[in-house]
Nanobody, 125 residues
Framework: QVQLADTGGGLVQAGGSLRLSCAASGGTFSTTDMGWFRQAPGKEREFVAA??????????YYSASVKGRFTISRDNGNNMVYLQMNNLKPEDTAIYYC????????????????WGKGTLVTVSS
């Protein structure tokens, strides 16, 4: 079981930037797929980004709505995952959740057991 603590949300104007952080403990972090999902009010939780280490190859995956604006990265030495969010839009407003393992790379929330508590991102127009 992996424990996740996601932080870094806040209020930002459209066009601004935020960086979310996720501290992981337990499990084998270096071989675990990690990712971010988000959930806006009245909507289902949706995939944002995922990261996989395959040998020495680093693989990143993004939803179409954030590709080119968001960047996922990880620090295996410190068991951290980050989501750098640039050029934020009002439609990015949501609670962002760190996720580990399961169907993170597939982008399916129902197949994931390890979640952070979420951090709220609000983008004003």
């Amino acid at each position: 079981q992996v424990q996740l603590a996601d932080t870094g949300g806040g209020l930002v104007q459209a066009g601004g930037s935020l960086r979310l952080s996720c501290a992981a403990s337990g499990g084998t972090f270096s071989t675990t797929d990690m990712g971010w999902f988000r959930q806006a009010p009245g909507k289902e939780r949706e995939f944002v980004a995922a990261h996989r280490l395959s040998g020495r190859t680093s693989l990143s995956y993004y939803s179409a709505s954030v590709k080119g604006r968001f960047t996922i990265s990880r620090d295996n030495g410190n068991n951290m995952v980050y989501l750098q969010m640039n050029n934020l839009k009002p439609e990015d407003t949501a609670i962002y959740y760190c996720a580990a393992g399961g169907t993170v790379v597939a982008g399916t929330a129902s197949g994931i057991k390890n979640w952070g508590k979420g951090t709220l991102v609000t983008v004003s127009s």
